[in-house]
């Protein structure tokens, strides 16, 4: 069965930093597409970074510069280092194996997500 | 960045109802538009992708159309456990890009 689970999240002050993990079981994690997605309280759903089989990835906007999306092979796991992280930051983190379909990628099986707060 | 312009942003509806949300595409992104139901405290659970193809396991009450940059989402015969917030999402380019979302409840 394919299952992902977040872990990692917490509360953090601004300015901060913190380490999203997302173990992966039923699937290779190289072998995939991954994404982040964040939700803040109350509101929609937002991309934040893909990583590619080859290893490309690619962030949003508001994250590019302060946020790193890697894999650990031996560990089946995706990482999320996320720094400098301010206020607007706190969502629910939710990792996700994507799909590829006509060359673009996109979330197919989610994990269950890992609330960060970012507050002093 | 393509911007998904969802509506209604919520909606009410009587059990058995036929229920339809819209979703607009700031630009072309052909068929590159999914649907995601979520439910309370859950995880995006992914209904419709490629516009129109019903993911493996849901229900044939939800379907989807269009191309281009409009696009429909139905439920036919809308249903109890239907209740959630529903999602369009655009894959055609980077940044992938959601909707605002719909709730949906029971009148």
């Known amino acids: 069965e394919v299952q992902l689970v977040e872990s990692g999240g917490g509360l953090i002050q601004p300015g901060g930093s913190l380490r999203l993990s997302c173990a992966a079981s039923?699937?290779?994690?190289?072998?995939?597409?991954m994404s982040w997605v964040r939700q803040a309280p109350g509101k929609g759903l937002e991309w934040v970074s893909v990583?590619?089989?080859?290893?490309?990835?690619y962030y949003a906007d508001s994250v590019k510069g302060r946020f790193t999306i890697s894999r650990d092979n031996s560990k089946n796991t995706l990482y999320l280092q996320m720094n400098s992280l301010r206020a607007e930051d706190t969502a629910v983190y939710y990792c996700?194996?994507?799909?590829?379909?006509?060359?673009?990628?996109?979330?197919?099986?989610w994990g269950h997500g890992t609330m960060v707060t970012v507050s002093s | 960045d393509i911007q998904m312009t969802q509506s209604p942003s919520s909606l009410s509806a009587s059990v058995g109802d036929r229920v339809t949300i819209t979703c607009q595409a700031s630009?072309?992104?052909?068929?590159?538009l999914n649907w995601y139901q979520q439910k309370p405290g859950k995880a995006p659970k992914l209904l419709i992708y490629?516009?129109?193809n019903l993911e493996t396991g849901v229900p044939s009450r939800f379907s989807g159309s269009g191309s281009g940059t409009d696009f429909t989402f139905t439920i036919s015969s809308l249903q109890p456990e239907d209740i959630a917030t529903y999602y369009c999402?655009?894959?055609?380019?980077?940044?992938?890009?959601f909707g605002q979302g719909t709730r949906l409840d029971i009148k």
């Open positions: 490629d516009a129109s």
């Open positions: 999402q655009q894959y055609d380019s980077l940044p992938i890009t």
């Open positions: 990583i590619y089989r080859g290893g490309s990835t």
């Open positions: 039923g699937f290779t994690v190289s072998s995939n597409y």
């Open positions: 996700a194996r994507d799909r590829y379909s006509y060359g673009s990628t996109f979330p197919d099986i």
């Open positions: 630009q072309d992104i052909s068929n590159y």
